[in-house]
């Protein structure tokens, strides 16, 4: 395999959602319908991903085609269409809590977590915190012996709530959750380092955002271009892009449109979070769907 051809079925894997058990990522339908969201083309990809679940065979197939449809709306910042398809994949994970109660109740959480993410990254803070506060309820409701700590929920929670308090100009408020969320990492940290480590880059980038968020310009430069270089965050394009947003708030055009493309051209997976900016990204760049 040339290495060019490699590098592009590298991208396209990366591009596809999580699956759920026994989806076939090898599935033509699906990929094409994640091409499209890519290029932008919408009203296309949502066609496909419906047919996807009106075909499904089974429940298990219709939920990750539903969850697909789902994360197609952080394209286009539809916190309705997200809150509406994650909650009948959570109503699927429900029918799996007597076989697999672990992985049942956790995924609740996460696809209760990935509208929250859709909402607030649309500006519904409301529905967001709704959504956030739902997802660390379900997946508090794993049971013993449980494979995710409620630490790791409370992190998330307060993790998010940060973000939220910041984008409503709470500074107070924001900081005082910023605090909790840290608080609460360094809790996993001494039970489970591991964890913590994979945590950890999430906390680096939140002073930057709540700084971003609530006026301190020149704070979210110096945080976020800190955070931005972490490892595993170098390749988050969402965080790539709040950057650009620090460098265009403090008048700095050039960095902020290079910072721009550089989170456009990250932005090739199927996740709320690479949805996000490259939606954005495109609008700051002029870029026109083909």
């Given at each position: 395999m040339s290495r060019n051809k490699a590098l592009f079925c590298t991208l396209l894997a990366l591009a596809l959602p999580a699956p759920l058990p026994g989806q076939d990522q090898e599935n033509p339908r699906?990929?094409?319908?994640?091409?499209?969201?890519?290029?932008?083309?919408?009203?296309?990809?949502?066609?496909?991903?419906?047919?996807?679940?009106?075909?499904?065979?089974?429940?298990?197939?219709?939920?990750?085609?539903?969850?697909?449809?789902?994360?197609?709306?952080?394209?286009?910042?539809?916190?309705?269409?997200?809150?509406?398809?994650?909650?009948?994949?959570?109503?699927?994970?429900?029918?799996?809590?007597?076989?697999?109660?672990?992985?049942?109740?956790?995924?609740?959480?996460?696809?209760?977590?990935?509208?929250?993410?859709?909402?607030?990254?649309?500006?519904?803070?409301?529905?967001?915190?709704?959504?956030?506060?739902?997802?660390?309820e379900l997946g508090n409701k794993e049971p013993e012996p449980r494979t995710h700590p409620r630490l790791l929920w409370d992190f998330r929670l307060e993790h998010a709530l940060a973000r939220i308090s910041a984008q409503r100009g709470n500074r107070a408020e924001a900081q005082r959750h910023m605090a909790a969320a840290r608080q609460a990492l360094d809790n996993i940290a001494r039970g489970d380092t591991a964890l913590a480590r994979q945590q950890e880059r999430f906390y680096q980038y939140l002073p930057g955002f709540v700084a971003l968020y609530t006026n301190d310009t020149a704070g979210a430069v110096r945080e976020l271009e800190r955070a931005a270089a972490i490892r595993g965050n170098d390749r988050d394009p969402q965080i790539q892009y709040f950057l650009g947003l620090a460098y265009e708030k403090s008048g700095q055009a050039d960095k902020a449109r290079a910072q721009f493309q550089k989170a456009y051209d990250m932005a090739t997976a199927h996740t709320p979070p690479a949805a996000y900016a490259r939606a954005n990204a495109r609008k700051k760049l002029g870029v026109t769907t083909p």
């Open positions: 699906l990929r094409e319908a994640i091409q499209l969201d890519i290029e932008g083309k919408h009203d296309a990809s949502r066609r496909v991903f419906q047919e996807l679940i009106d075909a499904a065979a089974n429940p298990r197939d219709k939920a990750a085609a539903q969850r697909a449809m789902a994360r197609s709306a952080g394209f286009t910042g539809d916190c309705a269409l997200a809150i509406r398809y994650e909650e009948l994949v959570i109503a699927y994970h429900q029918t799996r809590e007597q076989s697999e109660p672990q992985d049942a109740f956790y995924q609740q959480g996460e696809m209760a977590n990935e509208a929250a993410r859709i909402c607030a990254n649309a500006d519904a803070l409301d529905e967001a915190e709704r959504m956030y506060r739902r997802g660390s």
